[in-house]
């Protein structure tokens, strides 16, 4: 009686949970397994669904892939560009955005819009502002030249230049997650500290050091380490501004290689596919735990 | 009477100080919100610009005395667009309201109830949020092909009515309303799913509405699945349809429609967001995370 | 509705898992509890009562034991299906429902024969706030209403169904002192009227004398007295019953009884018939002394409090296991507040011995 209790209400638990389990299983589990099998069978064929043999054969394809290298390039470019500066900047913003009174909640509202905008849509604005056309060398241009700089085509021009935008696009997109975490993370820092600084006479220099950034350390390293994860999965902004053939543009990504390979003009190997996704995988995992390892050390929580 | 002026000297570079300082800080400010403010700008501008006017600027001008709407007009005939915001608006519907239910029925498990095996399913759950969506989308995109679903809705939504993540959130929500709660309703009979519908999802409507609109941007912005699942214009959503226009539509050189589209699409957006910014920006300080 | 309790016994699994013992929270509890009466659970936290009351309404199975209402064996049935009315210590109304759906919200759930139509169950829910004196709030929410509102909400809620029978789970320990003493009244006058069989779980003795047609002391799980409030009173059945009733509470003494002559220290200070020979604890109510000069039993001074109705002398004994000696007198009496000492004589009826060992009282023969 009572064994049959218990077996009825665990029941009512699992039905409950099905549909999770459902789609989580079919979209989420079995893919995890399944990819790791993709990446070792070699010469797989999506037609026939046959492959020849077992082995690492795709790794060894993708690292020797040039279009593999100039994609890992331009990604770990972009991180090492991005991350520090988009977080530097921000929390220059969020530390003047938290001194001052007037305006203050319309600004964070402003900042906050590009998180809602869709990436592609704003990034063909983008790229109307710094492309250079027949007609017109573009708005950027202009203001360069009104500086007394040379006109250069960001987006079909030099690699440093295409590279400058694409940086400039992902500090803009990101800019508005890292503001608002930030700006909540300074407004829960206890006025009580700031006070007694400055009855100490506490520069405010030295306040900002000493007292804020300790106080707020588990956030910025919270910062650093999605915006790395995040910034090693940038794909999307690199298609707005460069269009989908980045390859030709040389301005591809891991996640834009992995892609192409699955579909798309040069895709259909999902085998090379699977190996490029498991390589960007490790190289993130191995950077947070990387992050992990310093921000135990220096987070003073 | 030296003392005097000295405390006055004090004072007064304090304030000076005070006073360049908040200077400094304001055209900071004011400078990063006219970088984010300015695309939107031109893109507004651009796209009331005639396309000979626009094109005729060899030095864009900041604003222009003849506005017009044909490009609007023209964003609606020359390329599907209207198709594509009614894709994108039953993806975002749909895909919104079967991940309501679900993760509302999961989370009420692990809040709620109590079945064998519940902790494990639970660690199971939590470790899943640490998969990329990059690594699963590879089998995804073979499966959907395989069960002859690309170019569909069911192609589309199926593989993204599940967020653990949000499971998670709600899970904490449910399990802050007092256990006295469900006692009492148990007490007058209640049933476990009445008790769901009745009592604890009406006390966190607030969670659930952040979760909603989270949920909504994200669909309304996803690009990357869609374009691999669909190459039927009829099924494209907005990103893949801006996309398409970028790279087909219009004649490539008609930036004032494009920029018409572009605006089109934004606005639903941008109106949800002056609604509900409070809303939005306290749900993604709360966890949220950019796609 | 009597409710007969049989042998009940609640056992826990122990969370330490270094010492797996299961806790006894209720240990072997009998009791036919009379039909239309109020029962009051009482005893320190931890010891119980609340376990005895979730165990009655059904939200917790017991070890062992059974549990009926009137002749039918409840022990194996649902919470719902027993026909209890429940209230909660903090309430528990729903906050996002007015006060008449709250009070609806257990109608609603009625099904086949005793489904309910609207007009009907909307008669019913303005009947049970009339009873408790809320018709007036009904379309406010919880969050809009004062502690004591609340409570009534909670109690029309329970009441709405006409339960067999009415558990109260600390019922006044959310709300302040002079709504506490507001609102047992009103307990009383409902239970009254209604003549539903009501239990109720509270730590304050006062409370749970003051209105209990009966009271159930409870210690670590074990039932220790059940009676009428001033027979438990009058005559505790050992040291923890007599400590725990009575405010203030009672004063303990070693003492010795020789020659059925019983000592603190050394005054001989009453006669006891009928002892053995032996170390005992003497509890004296505060009461139960009175001002003599020539009283046998001397307390060094240590001051007087005037309360009106009387004074309550506080003084000091070496045999006192209080820090201070609280006797109640009236104010007829006067008191050199400057003497060193203090004498009295005992009533008899207010004083009581336990054994040193069991703590169990000991009967003793009043000589008069």
């Given amino acids: 009686m009572i064994r049959k209790k218990l077996s009825n209400s665990s ?77 530097g900047i921000a ?19 402003v900042y906050f819009l590009p998180y809602v905008t869709n990436t592609l849509a704003v990034g063909l604005v983008f790229m109307i502002l710094f492309k250079k056309t027949a007609y017109s060398d573009g708005l950027i241009n202009l203001l360069i030249t009104w500086f007394g700089g040379k006109s250069v085509d960001f987006i079909d021009g030099p690699y440093w230049a295409k590279m400058f935008v694409l940086c400039f696009y992902t500090i803009w997109v990101v800019m508005p997650f890292k503001i608002l975490i930030l700006t909540s993370a300074l407004s829960s820092v206890n006025q009580v500290y700031y006070n007694a600084a400055k009855v100490d006479g506490t520069s405010k220099f030295r306040t900002f050091m000493r007292i804020t950034l300790p106080m707020i350390s588990p956030m910025i390293f919270y910062l650093i380490i999605t915006g790395f994860i995040g910034a090693f999965k940038a794909y999307s902004d690199a298609v707005a501004l460069f269009g989908t053939d980045l390859n030709a543009a040389e301005m591809n990504t891991i996640v834009g290689y992995v892609y192409d390979m699955l579909y798309g003009d040069s895709g259909g190997y999902p085998s090379y596919a699977s190996a490029a996704a498991i390589l960007l995988f490790a190289i993130v995992l191995t950077i947070t735990c990387i992050n992990l390892l310093i921000s135990k050390k220096n987070v003073h929580y | 009477m030296e003392n005097m002026t000295d405390y006055q000297k004090i004072e007064k570079s304090a304030k000076a100080r005070k006073v360049t300082g908040n200077v400094i800080t304001y055209i900071l400010l004011v400078f990063w919100a006219i970088i984010v403010l300015f695309p939107f700008y031109w893109m507004v501008l651009t796209s009331v610009k005639s396309y000979s006017a626009y094109n005729s600027e060899y030095v864009p001008k900041f604003f222009t005395l003849s506005p017009t709407l044909q490009n609007y007009v023209d964003a609606f005939t020359a390329v599907p667009l209207g198709k594509y915001l009614l ?205 | 509705m009597e409710v007969v309790l049989q042998n009940l016994t609640k056992k826990f699994r122990s969370r330490d898992r270094k010492n797996p013992q299961d806790v006894i929270a209720v240990n072997d509890f009998n009791f036919k509890i009379p039909d239309g009466k109020l029962i009051g659970l009482l005893g320190p936290s931890g010891c119980g009562k609340s376990t005895t009351l979730n165990l009655i309404s059904g939200l917790i199975k017991p070890t062992s034991g059974r549990i009926l209402f009137g002749e039918d064996d409840v022990t194996d049935l649902p919470p719902e299906n027993r026909g209890i009315g429940l209230v909660f210590q903090n309430y528990a109304l729903y906050p996002h429902l007015t006060v008449k759906q709250n009070i609806l919200f257990p109608l609603q759930n009625l099904k086949g024969k005793d489904k309910l139509s609207k007009p009907e169950m909307l008669e019913k829910a303005v009947a049970a706030a009339k009873l408790v004196q809320i018709d007036e709030l009904m379309d406010r929410k919880p969050g809009e209403l004062s502690g004591g509102q609340q409570q009534r909400v909670a109690i029309a809620r329970a009441l709405v169904k006409m339960p067999r029978v009415l558990l109260l789970d600390e019922p006044l320990s959310n709300l302040d002192a002079r709504l506490r003493l507001q609102t047992r009244e009103e307990i009383r006058r409902i239970q009254r009227e209604t003549k539903i069989t009501t239990i109720f779980v509270t730590h304050d003795q006062e409370e749970a004398m003051s209105i209990s047609d009966m009271i159930v002391v409870m210690k670590e799980g074990v039932v220790q007295q059940i009676g009428k409030p001033q027979e438990v009173y009058d005559s505790p059945v050992n040291l923890f019953v007599a400590k725990f009733l009575g405010t203030p509470p009672i004063n303990v003494f070693e003492g010795q009884v020789r020659d059925n002559q019983l000592f603190i220290g050394e005054d001989a200070v009453l006669d006891v018939a009928g002892v053995e020979n032996q170390e005992v604890y003497v509890g004296i109510r505060p009461e139960g002394f009175l001002l003599k000069e020539d009283g046998p039993f001397c307390c060094s001074l240590s001051g007087v409090e005037v309360m009106g109705r009387d004074i309550s002398v506080v003084s000091t004994n070496k045999a006192s296991l209080n820090p201070t000696v609280r006797s109640i007198v009236g104010t007829e009496n006067k008191i050199n507040i400057e003497a060193a000492s203090v004498r009295f004589e005992l009533k008899p009826a207010k004083v009581f011995l336990f054994h040193k060992k069991t703590e169990e009282r000991i009967d003793f023969e009043v000589r008069v």
């Fill in chain 1, 11 to 87: 029941l009512k638990g699992w039905l409950y949970l099905l549909p999770a389990i459902l789609f989580l299983g079919a979209f989420m589990v079995y893919p995890l397994i399944d990819v790791f099998i993709y990446s070792f069978e070699e010469g797989y064929n999506s037609a026939s669904q046959t492959y020849l043999g077992v082995g690492l054969y795709n790794y060894s394809y993708v690292l020797h892939d040039p279009y593999f290298l100039q994609a890992v390039k331009n990604t770990f470019i972009l991180v090492i560009i991005t991350v520090p500066l988009s977080t």
């Fill in chain 1, 91 to 109: 929390l220059l913003i969020s530390v003047g955005l938290s001194s001052i009174k007037p305006l203050r909640n319309l600004l964070q509202t």
């Fill in chain 2, 87 to 291: 894709n994108t608006a039953v993806f975002t519907v749909i895909t919104t309201a079967v991940m309501l239910v679900v993760i509302t029925l999961a989370a009420f498990a692990f809040a709620r109830l109590d079945f064998k095996g519940k902790n494990i399913a639970f660690i199971i759950f939590l470790s899943l949020m640490m998969i990329p969506n990059e690594l699963v989308v590879i089998t995804n995109f073979v499966t959907i092909t395989n069960l002859n679903l690309r170019n569909t809705f069911p192609g589309l939504i199926l593989p993204s009515v599940t967020s653990v993540f949000y499971i998670y959130l709600l899970k904490e929500n449910f399990e802050q309303i007092p256990d006295s709660l469900y006692f009492a309703a148990k007490v007058d009979g209640t049933s476990d799913l009445k008790y769901l519908l009745k009592v604890m999802i009406p006390i966190s409507k607030p969670t659930l509405i952040t979760v909603t609109i989270l949920k909504v941007i994200e669909c309304w912005n996803s690009y990357v699945w869609p374009r691999l699942i669909t190459d039927d214009e009829n099924y494209y959503l907005v990103s893949n349809g801006i996309q398409e226009i970028r790279e087909n539509g219009f004649g490539r050189e008609n930036i004032p429609a494009m920029m018409a589209a572009v605006v089109v699409i934004s606005v639903p957006l941008i109106i949800l967001f002056l609604i509900f910014h409070k809303k939005i920006m306290e749900g993604v300080s709360r966890g949220g995370t950019k796609g």
